[in-house]
């Protein structure tokens, strides 16, 4: 199995903050990365396909990068409604797994 | 609108049965791979496996294979995630959700939390 690993597993920020979290693969998965949002209590939102590609609805704040094996997500200025727990998830071989979150709160 | 409805919460006990459900609709449902992900607090977002329901055509991630069983009715458009003989450590949400293979999960049920407890 693919190994996805993401860092930092827990960052505060300030509304209005530019953050950035990282996915890393244990092998070249080309661009086939995902990026998920989830808040408490709610089905997880899909946020970025294909490592750089927004998904409909998604703010444009909200951007992917990244080939090979290191991919970012980066918000460009954070608002409230973005304090969550975001996952990448690879979808170049089966099984398909996630990496292990990254929780981002309030500062 | 694409949506993905699922079943609802379940409390089971240890050695129970249990079959989950999940009806899509504003979409052709036989189009697309249609999966299950668990969410637990310790373990994060799981994949579980993932089926075609124009021809069942099944994939299981290897933590899973042998523990459940994924299925679809496309008559009814309805996929469903079974399980023969529930643990406690099966307790979780469930989550189905479409995939388009190589691009990801589009999009996701609102999940169903099962727990098992004696």
């Known amino acids: 199995d693919i190994q996805m690993t993401q860092s930092p597993s827990s960052v505060s920020a300030s509304v209005g903050d530019r953050v950035t979290i990282t996915c890393r693969a244990s092998q070249g998965i080309s661009s086939w990365l995902a990026w998920y949002q989830q808040k408490p209590g709610k089905a997880p939102k899909t946020l970025i396909f294909q490592a750089s590609s927004l998904q409909s609805g998604v703010p444009s704040r909200f951007s992917g990068s990244g080939s090979g094996t290191e991919f970012t997500l980066t918000i460009s200025s954070l608002q409230p409604e973005d304090f969550a727990t975001y996952f990448c998830?690879?979808?170049?071989?089966?099984?398909?797994?996630f990496g292990q979150g990254t929780k981002l709160e309030i500062k | 609108e694409v949506q993905l409805v699922q079943s609802g919460a379940e409390v089971k006990k240890p050695g129970e049965s249990l079959k989950i459900s999940c009806k899509g609709s504003?979409?052709?449902?036989?189009?697309?791979?249609i999966g299950w992900v668990r969410r637990t607090p310790g373990k994060g977002l799981e994949w579980m496996g993932i089926i075609y329901p124009a021809d069942s055509d099944t994939k299981y991630s290897p933590s899973f294979e042998g523990q459940v069983t994924i299925s679809a009715d496309k008559s009814i458009a309805t996929a469903y995630l079974q399980w023969n003989s529930l643990k406690a450590s099966d307790t979780a949400t469930y989550y189905c959700?479409?995939?388009?293979?190589?691009?990801?999960?589009?999009?996701w049920g609102p999940g169903t939390l099962v727990t098992v407890s004696s």
């Open positions: 504003g979409y052709s449902f036989i189009d697309y791979w």
């Open positions: 959700a479409r995939h388009r293979l190589g691009l990801g999960i589009d999009y």
């Open positions: 998830q690879q979808s170049d071989s089966l099984p398909y797994t």
